[in-house]
């Protein structure tokens, strides 16, 4: 057994993502089928909770929706650059002894986030998007931030979240990660439903004040 968040649009407001810990069996082993069997079996557990429709947003996903939604697949467009969102944000961070580095912008999202000097460059400070700096705290603000701009960018896909009561994404352990692309998504039907989407990807005072309710 095994147990995994599912992130629910939260419509009332702040704050505006709910987690619910669901416990499911999981079917161990990196082949995709096992990771498709541990997601249906997550769903079906979240389902007996009354927690359904839901979409898996990763590369194991079983709908091409879900698997173009990936961090690794989802593209944004900045400056005339197109760059998938694992790009935007592994090539943005800033250590004590390097970095940004940009040069990670165009390369394979999988060659971004295995880059070694994201591993010694020393102490991880901030991060900086082609010119523009953001703090590490809140801790998910910037990726968060980069999935909801390339959302807004791609109608086509983030069109297809409204059809899903939540989001989950299976290679999401909260015991070893921050960032998750499912969270990122909900944290988006939100935000549109509250006519603040826009807002917080052009205003980033704003945004912060709005996800730490300081507004």
Same mark, same amino acid.
């Given at each position: 057994?095994?147990?995994?968040?599912?992130?629910?649009?939260?419509?009332?407001g702040f704050p505006f993502v709910k987690e619910s810990l669901i416990e499911f069996k999981w079917?161990?082993?990196?082949?995709?089928?096992?990771?498709?069997?541990?997601?249906?079996?997550l769903h079906e557990a979240a389902a007996e909770a009354k927690i359904a429709p839901i979409l898996e947003i990763s590369s194991k996903s079983n709908q091409e929706v879900g698997v173009s939604l990936s961090a690794f697949n989802l593209k944004m467009i900045?400056?005339?650059?197109?760059l998938s969102v694992e790009c935007a944000y592994q090539g943005?961070?800033?250590?004590?002894?390097?970095?940004?580095?940009?040069?990670?912008?165009?390369?394979?999202?999988? #060659?971004?986030?295995?880059?070694?000097?994201?591993?010694?460059s020393g102490k991880f400070?901030?991060? #900086?998007?082609?010119?523009e700096s953001f703090l590490i705290n809140p801790v998910t603000a910037f990726y968060d931030w980069l999935y909801l701009t390339a959302?807004?960018?791609n109608p086509s896909l983030s069109n297809q979240l409204f059809d899903f009561k939540a989001f989950s994404d299976i290679a999401?352990?909260?015991?070893?990660?921050?960032?998750c692309q499912a969270r990122a998504a909900a944290l988006f039907v939100s935000l549109c439903h509250h006519n603040e989407i826009d807002r917080v990807i052009e205003d980033k005072s704003y945004y912060i004040d709005l996800i730490t309710n300081n507004n």
């Open positions: 057994m095994a147990k995994r968040p599912i992130f629910i649009p939260n419509l009332k079917h161990p082993g990196f082949a995709k089928v096992q990771a498709q069997k541990s997601i249906a079996s900045k400056n005339e650059k197109s943005s961070k800033v250590f004590a002894n390097g970095g940004p580095f940009s040069d990670l912008y165009s390369v394979s999202s999988k #060659e971004a986030k295995t880059d070694e000097r994201l591993r010694s400070v901030s991060y #900086e998007f082609f010119g959302l807004s960018q999401f352990n909260p015991k070893k990660s921050l960032n």
